[in-house]
């Protein structure tokens, strides 16, 4: 059950609320907005009474009962999608999002060229790891904060937002001070402390999906960071681990439309990782858009060939400039479908 307040409501009206979801039973787990507090209610207890008392009272604004574990990141608690402002622009709105850059930032030449690049083809978000999670301990680890330094120069060049990612807890407020959107990698979607620090982070999270997790986790950990009070997470579906061996990931490509139907939040496809292959880039971009996605994350390196990390699946700006072309039809039908939607949402 989740309860949302009125705007306004004062500390004595919330804890009134409180007080009656505690006597019946439950935990309470709020989250205080600047106008509106909104109180998950959680835990076992006498659901019909605990909804039929909140509900009568004159500071609640309405109560939804929720049955999946997972309350804030649940459709039954919003029908229509997050949109998630971010720099000038918008990310589950009426534009279809485009994030690119390569994998790691590696020299001043490198970002800046990919950024102004990435840009001029249209991608409104620039990614790229200052902090790498590298299987092996003997590849190259990313160039830390002197890596986020040239983000916020590359941001300055272009416009740009910036994408990056954060490792562990400790890092956050550092990353926070440069990114626009903190990413979470595949590796730590279990992350708890990172999660929970994420929580108040002020800045919103993309959340990759781990190697191995299932769509329940995946929305688990996203629902982690909201309940830490941060609503603005985006998810991302990035390939699974499965028997194949022909690409580097197995793209779960139905998680795209499974997910819009469990989540509101925003979700995007990353091609490149779901693939490892960059010759797969492409249909596998113009899947995700088909399959309704709110956009992708694609890598994107001036000279693939010599990258320090997943050269193999990264387009060169060509190649990059190439897609975005193509992709074009394709984002037109799926700018009517979305409209379509978002009617269909608000009856
Ligand atoms: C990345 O985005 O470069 C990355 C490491 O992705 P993932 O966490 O999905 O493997
Ligand atoms: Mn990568």
């Known amino acids: 059950m989740v309860i949302s307040m009125k705007l306004h409501s004062t ?14 039973g439950y935990k309470v787990h709020s989250i205080e907005g600047e106008e509106r507090v909104v109180i998950g209610v959680v835990g076992v207890g006498d659901v019909t009474a605990c909804f039929e008392s909140v509900e009568s009272l004159p500071q609640v604004d309405n109560v939804v009962r929720i049955s999946a574990p997972y309350k804030f990141v649940s459709r039954e608690f919003r029908k229509g999608k997050t949109r998630i402002k971010v720099h000038g622009t918008e990310i589950g709105g009426d534009e279809f999002t485009v994030i690119a850059g390569p ?18 083809a249209g991608a409104k978000l620039l990614r ?21 330094k040239l983000l916020k120069k590359a941001q300055q060049a272009t416009g740009l937002a910036i ?22 990698g595949a590796r730590n979607m279990q992350n708890f402390m990172l999660l929970k620090a994420l929580g108040k982070c002020g800045r919103p999270v993309l959340l990759k999906r781990g190697l191995s997790s299932t769509i329940k986790e995946l929305l688990m950990s996203a629902e982690y960071i909201v309940a830490h009070g941060n609503p603005d997470v985006i998810l991302c579906e990035r390939g699974i681990r499965t ?3 022909a690409t580097r990931n197995t793209c779960d490509i139905s998680a795209i439309p499974v997910l819009n139907e469990l989540t509101h939040l925003p979700v995007l496809l990353d091609p490149s990782h779901a693939t490892g292959k960059r010759s797969l880039v492409p249909a596998i971009s113009r899947a995700a858009v088909a399959v ?25 700006l060509t190649q990059f400039a190439k897609l975005m072309g193509d992709l074009k039809p394709y984002i037109a039908l799926w700018k009517e479908s979305r409209v379509n939607q978002v009617a269909a949402i608000a009856g």
């Open 11 to 24: 500390r004595e009206e919330i804890d009134e609320v409180c007080a009656i979801v505690k006597h019946y």
């Open 163 to 184: 994408v990056t990612e954060v490792m562990g807890d400790r890092d956050v407020e550092l990353v926070a001070q440069y990114a626009d959107v903190m990413q979470v």
């Open 128 to 148: 790229g790891g200052a902090y790498k999670p590298r299987t092996s301990p003997y590849d190259f680890q990313g160039m830390e904060e002197e890596g986020l």
């Open 243 to 245: 028997f194949e061996t």
């Open 292 to 316: 309704g996605a709110d956009g992708l994350i694609i890598e994107v390196h001036p000279a693939p060939e010599r990258a320090l990390s997943d050269g193999a699946q990264s387009l060169d």
């Open 103 to 120: 994998c790691s930032v590696e020299s001043e030449e490198q970002i800046m060229r990919s950024a102004e690049m990435v840009a001029k």
